[in-house]
């Protein structure tokens, strides 16, 4: 079957046809979504018929698979991230504008999100393209934004006061954390990354885990992040995904940020997630 790319906006995203991840996927057809994800930042695969094995298959030909580092993977497949929410649930996993796992030292390089079970309507996801959120900025912001660097850590997320009311890691019953309260990571990176394969600079700060600039304190960072975490959801820079049963995203981390919409209560979705492990950002 021919392939077809059909972007879904101008800033982000494709749809992605006449790939089946269940079966082997040949290397003449890795490349073209491999280049459909460097072009787009995001790629969307309907009507997949997948086993976490299967996923774990595809997300392993992008390189080695992370184990979340603060979430209980699903039983029996460590690398495999179950993301619940239940229709008696208020919290969802995700629900704010991030990039995954920045706050290791070696961020995740893309993700795999395949769609088990979706409400009727709601649970989509947006996507947010960091090149244009960069261009977009004056020459004189830029510059300084080059020089700086920011501390990535999951204190404000990975707590259980976090988890208990409004936050998003999923609601305690649903998710689990495989850590003790007090387990956390950090990490130190360009504010402005250089993607690896294409050479674009990238806006890499993210309201989850950027709590402040290297060597300034979190009230001096907060009035610049704060204008960076608005501008770079400006809706020019998006797409939003709407999800079918089958559905599976594949994000770009590197150049990217998404934001899971908690606007189905009452109603039951289940992801399941792969992240690759990426290279320490430069
Ligand atoms: C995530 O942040 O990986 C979750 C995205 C989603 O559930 O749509």
Request: charged residues 25%; negative net charge.
């Amino acid at each position: 079957m021919a392939i077809t790319i059909q972007p879904v906006s101008p800033a982000v995203g494709a749809e992605v046809a006449g790939v089946d991840l269940a079966r082997p996927v040949g290397d003449n057809e890795f490349g073209v979504v491999r280049e459909a994800l460097l072009a787009h930042g995001a790629v969307f695969l309907r009507s997949q018929v997948l086993n976490p094995q299967d996923l774990i298959d595809f997300g392993r030909r992008f390189g080695p698979l992370n184990v979340h580092p603060m979430m209980r993977p699903l039983d029996g497949y460590p690398a495999v991230l179950e993301i619940v929410k239940n229709p008696e649930d208020r919290n969802n996993f995700g629900g704010s504008w991030h990039t995954d796992l920045s706050y290791l030292e070696r961020p995740a390089l893309a993700s795999l999100l395949y769609a088990k079970e979706i409400p009727p309507v709601g649970g989509d996801t947006l996507f947010a393209n960091m090149y244009l959120a960069y261009e977009a900025l004056s020459d004189g912001l830029r510059r300084v934004l080059d020089g700086l660097r920011a501390v990535h850590n999951t204190r404000m997320i990975y707590t259980p006061d976090a988890q208990a009311g409004g936050g998003i890691i999923g609601d305690a019953a649903s998710m689990q954390r495989s850590r003790p309260d007090d387990a956390h990571e950090e990490a130190i990176h360009p504010v402005v990354r250089t993607h690896p394969e294409t050479g674009r600079k990238a806006l890499y700060v993210n309201c989850n885990f950027t709590v402040r600039f290297e060597d300034m304190t979190e009230a001096e960072s907060a009035p610049l992040l704060r204008f960076l975490f608005a501008h770079l959801e400006r809706p020019e820079f998006t797409c939003r995904f709407r999800w079918s049963e089958g559905a599976v995203a594949l994000w770009d981390n590197r150049c990217t940020q998404h934001y899971a919409l908690n606007d189905y209560h009452g109603h039951r979705r289940v992801m399941q997630r792969v992240s690759v492990e990426g290279d320490r950002p430069v």
